[in-house]
Nanobody, 117 residues
Framework: QVQLVESGGGVVQPGGSLRLSCAAS????????MGWYRQAPGKQRELVAV???????NYADSVKGRFTISRDNAKSTVYLQMNSLKPEDTAVYYC???????????WGQGTQVTVSL
């Protein structure tokens, strides 16, 4: 059974930092691109960052220079370090595992990030 379990969300003031984690089980982690998406109320889910199975990374323009995605294949875990948080970063953040060799992908249950005074 595949599971993606996110953690690390919470409430933080503008300018603050949070680190999200997503622990994967039931998949061959190294064969998946790992991504973070977010969905704010009333908006579509959007890609935040992705770490490919080969280690390259890509970011949405809105988070470049503030967020850093990383992965630890030995721990089957992907991280999202979020710095200089803004109120517009408020959303539910979802972890995604996208199989490199096919059309399988999996989602976590989401973790709430709220940036507010």
């Amino acid at each position: 059974q595949v599971q993606l379990v996110e953690s690390g969300g919470g409430v933080v003031q503008p300018g603050g930092s949070l680190r999200l984690s997503c622990a994967a089980s039931g998949i061959r982690f190294s064969a998946y691109h790992m991504g973070w998406y977010r969905q704010a109320p009333g908006k579509q889910r959007e890609l935040v960052a992705v770490a490919t199975n080969s280690g390259s990374t890509n970011y949405a323009d809105s988070v470049k220079g503030r967020f850093t995605i990383s992965r630890d294949n030995a721990k089957s875990t992907v991280y999202l370090q979020m710095n200089s948080l803004k109120p517009e970063d408020t959303a539910v953040y979802y972890c995604n595992a996208d199989y490199v060799f096919g059309r399988s992908d999996y989602w976590g249950q989401g973790t709430q990030v709220t940036v507010s005074l």
